[in-house]
T-cell receptor, first 113, second 110 residues
Framework: NAGVTQTPKFQVLKTGQSMTLQCAQD?????MSWYRQDPGMGLRLIHY???????DQGEVPNGYNVSRSTTEDFPLRLLSAAPSQTSVYFC????????????FGPGTRLLVL | GQQVMQIPQYQHVQEGEDFTTYCNSS?????IQWYKQRPGGHPVFLIQ?????EVKKQKRLTFQFGEAKKNSSLHITATQTTDVGTYFC??????????FGTGTRLQVFP
């Protein structure tokens, strides 16, 4: 049981490039979410999903897209990276809702030049 | 939308001293969760409080949920170097959104 996995661990992008951050969980959790962590800002919710085929926006969704085609996977797409998107990105999952215990992945550190 | 603030932002203590972080929400919460993130790591769930005025203890850690369910605190007695990290509170805005506080980073000097 690997829990929540994220790839890559670290990525450097140039402004304007696109990329997908991968997130997968093997706990059969319905709820999955993406957070970004910046110094002094805590963890801010980007997008979340309450089940396969259902996604919605969080606090800071601009510049990011998500999809949830399976229960296990919840990729985060940056369509045109900007330096303001330099951050550490965490994927999390919980059994049913956003009110329950969140299990976090190890994170992806992204640097946009 | 809902805002969750924590104070202080940073705290440096000598090993053996006590530590407290405070969490304040702009709205009434159905529950409050606390997480710990070690340096270079990811947030790990510590505890959830649900009832007004609830107090829970985990060894040297004491968690309180305010009577109005808009604030919470985490108190660590006699800190150890293993307590180093950032402590986050988090409250649900609704059933789908869990909003995290800004975090308190604790440094413990031996």
């Amino acid at each position: 049981n690997a829990g929540v996995t994220q790839t890559p661990k670290f990525q450097v992008l140039k402004t304007g490039q696109s990329m997908t951050l991968q997130c997968a969980q093997d706990m059969n959790h319905e709820y999955m979410s993406w957070y970004r962590q910046d110094p002094g800002m805590g963890l801010r919710l980007i997008h979340y999903s309450v089940g396969a085929g259902i996604t919605d926006q969080g606090e800071v969704p601009n510049g990011y897209n998500v999809s949830r085609s399976t229960t296990e996977d919840f990729p985060l797409r940056l369509l045109s990276a900007a330096p303001s998107q330099t951050s550490v990105y965490f994927c999390a999952s919980s059994l049913g809702t956003g009110q329950e215990t969140q299990y976090f992945g190890p994170g992806t550190r992204l640097l946009v030049l | 939308g809902q805002q969750v603030m924590q104070i202080p932002q940073y705290q440096h203590v000598q090993e053996g001293e006590d530590f407290t972080t405070y969490c304040n929400s702009s709205t009434t919460l159905s529950n409050i969760q606390w997480y710990k993130q070690r340096p270079g790591g990811h947030p790990v769930f510590l505890i959830q409080l649900v009832k007004s005025g609830e107090v829970k203890k985990q060894k040297r850690l004491t968690f309180q949920f305010g009577e109005a369910k808009k604030n919470s605190s985490l108190h660590i007695t006699a800190t150890q170097t293993t307590d180093v990290g950032t402590y986050f509170c988090a409250g649900p805005e609704n059933t789908d959104k869990l909003i995290f506080g800004t975090g308190t980073r604790l440094q413990v000097f031996p």
